[in-house]
């Protein structure tokens, strides 16, 4: 909460507001009126505001210290009008679990109100003279930068330009996934002035993200990557506007997340993700890049209005997500990500500008560079394209899978006692998260080829709970087995 008042603040009572049995630590931090500035010698202050746009933007910066820290309550309250040496020109009161968080959202709304807030201080001297100081050169995080120095070199390109640089500008991108693939792809067009950039991951920094994901830190672990990957690309151009979402795009809030957009980058890592955006995206006619890794190959594609075939003309139906390897069980390089998230950004630099590019699927192999394209006709009996397109208009209750009557969705500890765990997860795996309870470990591979027996020979009097991370590998290894018979095994996933 942010309030503005005229009356002294009264700290002793603010401070008992924030009481919180939950909270490890309180940190409150009071902005007082010093006898001194510059070499001068101060009598007073007086802070005049622009009170509303005031309120909305003080607003603003407190939610996004509550979702870049893990804290339970902020509050702060800001002084206006004449105030006397030694009082309280601004208070700031932040509840946590933890001080380290708490130290940081405090310093983060006090930086951030000075920059950012309509609010002017007047400096009364001893001398008999007043002045207004800009508060802004007492924020570390601030530096004013003209446009016209920021862009001056990308204005140098003949497909750019002012005309160009303009458009960029005034256009409006929706990017799916700020990872491996979305933050070279965010920062390129960050930095290369998309005016307005809405970001959606609903992940947090994990440490194996670091070595590829350069919008983090490592005291970025544990935390919501959209909102600290929006701060930070607002921090790199201070001309564009960044906003975020921290919810997990689904088929029942695509619609409304998706809305008025030049432009998607799908940055997303999984197939139920990238049919989904891609069948959205065609049915709303608005242009799609995708790009996709695996190890040292990737492939890059612009679906638009002038595409050949869609995805579905070569994919009728959504694979199964356990038929590839995901980065967790394949394993991925940070520079093979950087150059496909480039691409990405570079394709939709292209499009924006109306600089011609190919309708083909590029892929390419780092390893060796060898490259080649492909060249997807239309299929007449395509869903979502062909004649009879089943897929259109797009309906949410198409993208909605079925949860199987074996697939354990309860998070009741107490409930799941009832099964005997089995653990599936790679030993790498389980040095990231202990389960709750004691497991019995079985490693399970996507290869096909893998032996059942260390789980058919099970005692098949008891019902077994697969648990892998995210449920994929245990539905797959649960229907492999329900499928031949051994019917008392079930699907968990921990995500």
Same mark, same amino acid.
């Given at each position: ?10 700290? /002793? ?82 509840? /946590? ?56 070199? @990308?204005? @140098? ?76 690309? /607002? ?63 990737? @492939? ?113 500890? @107490? ?81």
């Amino acid at each position: 909460m942010f309030s503005l008042t005229q009356d002294p603040i009264d700290s /002793s009572s603010l401070t008992s507001q924030m009481s919180n049995p939950q909270a490890g630590a309180l940190v409150v931090f009071e902005g007082l009126v010093r006898n001194h500035n510059e070499g001068q010698a101060v009598a007073s202050l007086e802070y005049e505001s622009y009170s509303d746009l005031a309120l909305l933007e003080a607003e603003k910066i407190l939610n996004e210290a509550r979702s870049l820290y893990d804290v339970f309550e902020i509050q702060c309250v800001h002084r206006i009008g004449h105030l006397n040496i030694k009082e309280i020109a601004v208070w700031v009161g932040v509840t /946590s679990a933890h001080r380290k968080d708490g130290f940081k959202a405090c310093q983060y709304v006090i930086d951030e109100l000075k920059v950012r807030l309509p609010i002017w201080k007047k400096e009364y001297y001893l001398s008999g003279d007043a002045t207004w100081v800009n508060c802004q050169q007492c924020s570390h995080t601030h530096h004013s930068i003209a446009k016209e120095d920021y862009y001056e070199k @990308q204005l @140098q390109i003949s497909e750019i330009g002012e005309k160009g640089q303009k458009i960029l500008e005034e256009s409006h991108l929706f990017v799916i996934g700020a990872g491996g693939l979305g933050c070279p792809a965010l920062t390129y067009l960050a930095t290369a002035g998309v005016g307005h950039i809405t970001l959606c991951d609903a992940d947090r920094v994990d440490p194996s993200n670091l070595h590829r994901q350069t919008l983090y830190q490592k005291d970025d672990i544990g935390k919501l990557k959209a909102p600290i990957a929006a701060q930070r690309l /607002s921090q790199m151009n201070p001309h564009i506007e960044v906003d975020y979402c921290s919810d997990r795009l689904t088929a029942e809030n695509i619609e409304s997340l998706i809305t008025d957009f030049d432009l998607v980058l799908d940055c997303s890592d999984n197939f139920t993700t990238k049919f989904l955006v891609h069948d959205y995206c065609y049915d709303q006619k608005i242009p799609l890049v995708q790009s996709s890794l695996y190890q040292f190959e990737g @492939q890059i594609r612009l679906f638009d209005e002038r595409s050949g075939g869609c995805l579905r003309c070569t994919w009728p139906e959504e694979p199964e997500a356990s038929c590839t390897g995901t980065c967790t069980q394949a394993g991925t390089l940070g520079a093979v990500a950087g150059v496909f998230g480039s691409l990405q950004a570079l394709e939709a630099l292209k499009v924006l500008l109306k600089i011609p590019t190919t309708e083909e699927t590029r892929i390419l192999n780092l390893l060796t560079f060898e490259s080649f394209s492909l060249v997807q006709d239309r299929d007449l009996d395509c869903p979502l394209c062909g004649r009879s397109a089943t897929l259109i208009p797009f309906k949410k209750e198409n993208y909605i899978r079925k949860v199987k009557e074996w697939e354990v969705s309860d998070r009741s500890l @107490q409930n799941l006692r009832d099964y005997e765990w089995v653990d599936i997860r790679l030993p790498e795996e389980r040095k990231k998260e202990t389960l709750p309870q004691p497991a019995l470990e079985l490693p399970f591979h996507r290869d096909a080829l893998m032996p059942l027996e260390p789980y058919t020979n099970l005692d098949p009097n008891k019902k077994y709970l697969l648990v892998c991370s995210e449920g994929l590998r245990s539905r797959m290894l649960a229907e492999q087995l329900r499928t031949i018979g051994f019917e008392h095994f079930y699907s968990y996933g921990l995500d």
